[in-house]
């Protein structure tokens, strides 16, 4: 069985009652592990890159391109995450998932969930 994390991000650097805010790093051909949002949230792409995207199945949903400075507004709602922001608005993805860096340089962002 698969261990789903409740981590969204490589650590938190700040929560008060009303947000989290997590410092999110992949290098090159990392990937991050199975895990499940349960906030809707946004986050501020510092460097971008392609990200190769997976189901808590191991169904590939594709590559999703984040652009360097970026900003993405993701609604958490039935299950679903569905991108409210200008940028790849409509795209929806599954809560549960995981993600890879398959760019050739760190992928980092700042992802601020809201309570």
Not at 9 to 31: A, M, R
Not at 72 to 85: A, H, P, Q, R, T
């Amino acid at each position: 069985m698969t261990t789903i994390s409740s981590n969204v991000g490589s650590k938190i650097v700040f929560e008060n009652d009303k947000v989290i805010v997590w410092d999110f790093e992949l290098q090159p051909g990392e990937e991050t592990p199975i895990h499940r949002h349960e906030k809707s949230y946004m986050w501020y792409a510092i460097q971008g890159g392609p990200l190769d995207c997976e189901d808590d199945r191991g169904n590939d949903l594709g590559v999703f391109e984040v652009p360097t400075g970026s900003i993405f507004d993701i609604k958490c709602e039935n299950g679903e995450l569905e991108v409210m922001s200008e940028i790849a608005q409509g795209v929806k993805f599954p809560v549960t998932h995981k993600a890879k860096n398959i760019g050739d340089v760190t992928y980092r962002e700042i992802l601020i969930e809201f309570k």
